[in-house]
């Protein structure tokens, strides 16, 4: 990555870091990945305890 004085071109430069190449490609799908399995999880454990204070 190229070094610059201006910090948005260092932004710019990070973004298109992270779209542009495989490992930024691959920490953009394991953050994702990351995200869809802690919101699945809690809607998941959401659902169970309402089932289990229900059925009390």
Not at 12 to 33: C, E, K, N, R, S
Request: proline share 2%; charged share 25%; hydrophobic share 50%.
């Amino acid at each position: 990555m190229r070094r610059t004085a201006d910090p948005i071109l260092q932004e710019m430069q990070l973004l298109t870091d992270l779209f542009t190449t495989d490992y930024g490609l691959v920490a953009l799908g394991f953050t994702l990945a990351s995200l869809a399995l802690a919101i699945g999880m809690r809607v998941f454990f959401l659902k169970k305890m309402r089932e289990s204070e229900e059925s009390d």
